[in-house]
């Protein structure tokens, strides 16, 4: 198992920019492919990105492609979203979580380990 620990979010104005870290412990993030998910209030989770162990690379959802960047730095074992362009649609509690399958997924159920999640707000 993984623990995830989140930090990075904040408040932000539209058009700005936030990164979020995600740090692992217990074991290496490389050997997890690695999910970002969000919840705005009254609304269900969805989500924002996934980058597969396997290969590294990503994909996101559509309300998000081309604004943000999951990275990996295996040195820091941290895992990190990079935010641009944000709008006030994006304001949620954001979450990092883990899954042992090699290939990227989207759905909640495939990850195991999940962070306490990180507050982003981004005002008008």
């Known amino acids: 198992q993984v623990q995830l620990v989140e930090s990075g979010g904040g408040l932000v104005q539209a058009g700005g920019s936030l990164r979020l870290s995600c740090a692992a412990s217990g074991h290496t993030f490389s050997s997890y492919t690695v999910g970002w998910f969000r919840q705005a209030p009254g609304k269900e989770r969805e989500f924002v990105g996934t980058?597969?162990?396997?290969?590294?690379?990503?994909y996101y959802a559509d309300s998000v492609k081309g604004r943000f960047t999951i990275s990996r730095d295996n040195a820091e074992n941290a895992v990190y979203l990079q935010m641009s362009t944000l709008k006030p649609e994006d304001t949620a509690v954001y979450y990092c979580?883990?899954?042992?399958?090699?290939?990227?997924?989207?759905?909640?159920?495939?990850?195991?380990?999940w962070g306490q999640g990180t507050q982003v707000t981004v005002s008008s």
């Open positions: 980058s597969s162990r396997s290969t590294g690379s990503a």
């Open positions: 979580a883990a899954s042992v399958r090699l290939g990227r997924s989207s759905s909640e159920t495939d990850y195991l380990y």
